[in-house]
């Protein structure tokens, strides 16, 4: 019988542009790019692919259209789980006979069954199909824990083959393999940490991540076969940060990845949305780790600036025009972190024969009390290029806030610049003849100097990314009107 190995993809449901269909010739696309980077099998309907945002209808096209374009050569594990044990019944039958390889079941979830209904209802679906079933434990979504005394109990029935857990709880998961490791397969199903799951005997993993970096996945679980787990464990630190953000957004984030990296997968269905479970920021962030990882190409983009013509190379992603003719003024703006150490980074920059040097100018020779302006230094007696100049948004009022933005802020400020320069987001050939001026604001009541540093260094690298991209465009800002708010509307 069927036992769950290596790793799965839980593949997102490519949709239309306008999100009503599904889009049969992109799914097709995502199921071959897969299976090209060497997973064992794939996984359609499950939480990644937005099963209940799926009509029923739906649901059995996506397991069709899987079906039918893995051809046998790896497993498909069709998410097949409901509310109720009769749909889901009906679902994992429907599944059968389109010939997947196995059932993935979900916990019953929104009306929190208590522990004798979860039994029930595995059981009932196990006992009455021949279809192998893996359970499926993801408490965060579901509401309810599918222990490991009930895993144990449930692991005795004949065609139960599987534990999907997606907790991330490492400790469930050492328990469950202590208990049934010899007679059931435990999958990993939380990006941040395969390396710990396979090390401790996991047999797999079922993962949304693994829609964008397959064959990253794909070796760290052959590093582990191997038992090479120094060059695992680099590799998984290598992708830690771009797991972890998918993991905290699921469908939202692996979607955004896919289309980043040009297979159009279309939008999340509502309520998901990007600006909610991945927020703009996280969004910035993830595009930086796919450019890293060399998931997104850089282009070679010309430059002019007055008089000067020059090539650089830095990420346009298809929103850069191919000359940029005017650099007397551009603007970006950026939000990083949350809470007290909240950074919000507004700023301009252009020539210093322009209206930007301007501003230098008389920022500097007539500041405003409370808003002093500082340029920015990476080290003593060492300015940045290009010539940053830092103005306090919120008024300074005593010392121990000046120090907040006058120290950590204008660190992390400076630092940022510095890395825009080096990773060429800046022009190096024209950094004499520009300036920056950037707002930036500390909360007040702030006292974490080292998370003011991170916000800062994060917000001044987006908004700086931002001005030189000309984002956000005319259609980005129409696309998100109605999700997005003033960062601070809703904070003292």
Not at 85 to 95: F, Q
Not at 358 to 363: F, T
Request: hydrophobic share 40%; charged share 25%; with cysteine.
């Amino acid at each position: 019988m069927f036992k769950p190995c290596g790793i799965l993809p839980a593949l997102v449901t490519p949709l239309t542009k306008d999100g009503r269909k599904v889009d049969e010739k992109q799914l097709r696309k995502l199921v071959n790019t897969c299976i090209e980077q060497g997973v064992s099998g794939v996984v359609p309907c499950g939480t990644t692919g937005e099963f209940v945002n799926l009509s029923v209808k739906e649901r059995r096209q996506v397991i069709d259209i899987v079906v039918d374009e893995a051809g046998g050569r790896v497993a498909v594990v069709a998410g097949t789980g409901a509310s109720g044990t009769d749909e889901a019944l009906k679902m994992t039958g429907y599944a059968r006979e389109a010939g997947v390889d196995a059932a993935l079941v979900v916990t019953p979830f929104y009306l929190k069954p208590t522990d004798r209904g979860i039994y029930e209802h595995f059981y009932t679906i196990a006992n009455e199909s021949d279809l192998p079933i893996i359970l499926y434990n993801i408490p965060q979504c579901t509401g309810v824990w599918l222990t490991w005394q009930m895993v144990e109990d449930l692991a005795d029935v004949d065609n139960i083959v599987g534990l999907k857990d997606s907790s991330g709880e490492l400790k469930y998961m050492l328990a469950v393999l202590e208990k049934v490791r010899t007679k059931i397969n435990v999958m990993c199903g939380y990006d941040e940490v395969v390396l710990s799951a396979l090390a401790a005997g996991a047999s797999g993993a079922i993962l949304a991540s693994a829609n964008v970096i397959p064959y990253k996945w794909v070796e760290i679980y052959e590093l582990v076969g191997k038992g090479e787990l120094e060059k695992a464990r680099e590799l998984q630190f290598s992708v830690q940060k771009l797991a972890r953000i998918i993991a905290r957004s699921g469908a939202v984030g692996t979607k955004e990845a896919l289309n980043m990296m040009g297979l159009r997968v279309g939008p999340v269905r509502k309520p998901l949305s990007v600006g909610g479970e991945l927020t703009y920021e996280a969004r910035e962030e993830l595009r930086l780790e796919l450019e890293k990882i060399g998931k997104i190409t850089k282009k070679t983009i010309k430059f002019m600036v007055g008089e000067k013509s020059l090539e650089e190379r830095f990420t346009a992603i298809g929103v850069t025009p191919e000359v940029i003719r005017d650099f007397s003024l551009r603007v970006g703006e950026a939000l990083a972190g949350g809470g007290a150490e909240v950074a919000h980074i507004d700023l301009m920059l252009g020539r210093k024969g322009g209206p930007v040097g301007e501003a230098y100018a008389k920022a500097k020779a007539a500041p405003a009390a409370g808003h002093e302006p500082l340029v920015a230094i990476l080290e003593p007696n060492l300015m940045v290029k290009p010539l940053t100049l830092i103005v306090p948004t919120v008024t300074i009022k005593d010392m121990r806030q000046a120090s907040m933005i006058y120290g950590p802020a204008q660190a992390g400020v400076a630092k940022a610049v510095c890395d825009c320069l080096a990773d060429g987001i800046l022009p190096k050939e024209v950094v004499d003849d520009l300036v920056i001026i950037a707002n930036v604001f500390v909360h007040p009541s702030a006292v974490n100097r080292h998370r003011i540093y991170i916000n800062n260094y994060k917000a001044m690298r987006h908004a700086i990314r931002r001005a030189m991209e000309g984002r956000p465009t005319v259609e980005e800002v129409v696309e998100n009107k109605d999700r997005s708010k003033h960062p601070f509307k809703y904070t003292p």
